[in-house]
């Protein structure tokens, strides 16, 4: 007999309207969040972008499209992180394999409903699918265990959440739940040979937990966990734009839509700023559309705080905390009628000390997964401060300096270069 299964295989009529209705329930509310994310960043300046202008459109997208298979789908800059960065891959791996069995499961389904020649949900793909799941699905739990661990014992640098309970929590029942629905289908489908073999975990759950149940009692608590398993599917998804898993979009996003030069300030047009009155970014509307998305992509994984030289030297400046902190202001529109707060960015949302403790060695934007360019936000901030006359202390006296001098120091022109003579030679 051919290896195969049903895709409602146990599931009777009224459950599955009543699951496409949920289905279509939880699209709306995650189109709902998304749509909220959406409009905070239309608040932010133009991209410059115009649609009709395609071969320019095309030629910006180019460079991010590349991010996104290199950082996004390649995960290049999250591999080198040692067992975490392992445990995300896997995580990553398992949980993308997954989405993509799922996605052709309902492929097929939709072929089958148009005509039964249409199914190709069995022979050597429903054995190739049901094995490459089965351990794919493995490596996803490895991964949720891992960090399950390592949030036991988190590290500083990273941010903590009550929410990320809930969401480890899911994605661990979700995985445990859909084994325990593929072992209750094989006690009371009793597939034979290969199509029972081709699901290893599901088989051994099945003769090790359930091997005395009876058919009906086997359909039934299948039913039962199937229903919980489509549930907590139906309420991750829901959840996606309303905790921190909103990554999971901006994240891409943000990869195919930023810039390829970091840290790169735009020249200052002065008949602009005539215009706007804007210099740098003063408020959070000042930020580009690009930027608001950015500081939705932030994870808050803590690697740019880590590699920040002023954060080693107990400097006040955290770049993770410069990102949120913005985040922060840009949701006060959220609970505003106003477009936005009335609070300045410089000096009210971002302290001015973390702002010119920055060194602008660019480390946090080299190290960032998703490449929010905390650089640039902190340089559009020290611009709007300069304009509004707020440079003070060493910095102010070095331009100063520069202005009398031509040198930082001071120095007289005979002198500039005498700091090479203590050099080791």
């Not at 039934?220 to 229903?227: N, R, T």
């Not at 840009?330 to 477009?339: F, I, N």
Request: charged share 20%; proline share 5%; net charge positive.
């Amino acid at each position: 007999m051919e290896p195969t299964r049903e895709t409602f295989g146990n599931i009777p009529g009224w459950s599955q309207v009543l699951f496409y209705v949920l289905a279509v329930v939880t699209a709306a509310v995650f189109a709902f969040g998304v749509w909220r994310r959406y409009r905070l960043w239309s608040r932010g300046r133009p991209m410059g972008w115009r649609l009709a202008d395609w071969r320019s459109w095309a030629a910006k997208w180019r460079p991010g499209w590349r991010r996104l298979l290199v950082d996004g789908a390649g995960q290049r800059r999250v591999s080198d992180r040692g067992w975490a960065g392992r445990a995300h891959v896997a995580f990553f791996a398992g949980f993308m394999m997954l989405l993509l069995g799922t996605t052709l499961l309902e492929i097929n389904h939709i072929a089958e409903l148009i005509s039964r020649n249409l199914s190709f949900h069995r022979g050597s793909y429903y054995v190739a699918y049901e094995l490459t799941l089965d351990v794919f699905g493995i490596l996803f739990l490895a991964g949720c265990g891992f960090f399950l661990v390592r949030r036991l014992r988190l590290p500083p640098s990273a941010g903590h959440r009550a929410s990320d309970w809930w969401v480890l929590g899911t994605f661990i029942a979700i995985g445990v739940t859909g084994y325990l629905v593929e072992a209750l289908r094989i006690v009371w489908q009793r597939p034979e040979g290969i199509a029972a073999h081709c699901s290893p975990v599901g088989l051994w759950l099945a003769r090790q937990f359930f091997a005395g149940l009876t058919e009906p009692a086997a359909r039934s608590a299948h039913l039962a966990v199937w229903w919980l398993h489509a549930v907590l599917v139906f309420a991750f998804l829901a959840a996606i734009p309303f905790t921190r898993l909103f990554h999971f979009i901006a994240g891409p996003l943000n990869l195919v839509f930023r810039p390829g030069a970091v840290g790169a300030m735009e020249p200052v047009d002065m008949a602009t700023v005539e215009a706007t009155g804007r210099m740098g970014a003063g408020a959070i509307t000042d930020l580009s559309r690009q930027q608001l998305l950015s500081l939705d992509a932030c994870m808050e994984c803590g690697r740019c705080e880590e590699a920040c030289p002023a954060f080693a030297t107990a400097k006040p400046l955290s770049p993770k905390k410069v990102v949120q902190d913005l985040k922060g202001e840009m949701e006060l529109a959220l609970r505003s009628a106003r477009p936005t707060s009335a609070r300045r960015l410089p000096g009210e949302v971002i302290v001015e000390e973390a702002l010119w403790a920055c060194t602008s060695c660019n480390a946090c934007v080299a190290v960032c997964p998703v490449h929010v360019d905390q650089l640039t936000l902190i340089l559009e901030m020290r611009r709007n401060l300069v304009a509004e006359g707020g440079l003070s202390g060493t910095a102010a006296t070095a331009l100063r300096r520069m202005q009398s001098a031509a040198n930082p120091w001071g120095l007289p022109a005979a002198d500039r270069a005498g700091w090479r003579d203590t050099l080791p030679t």
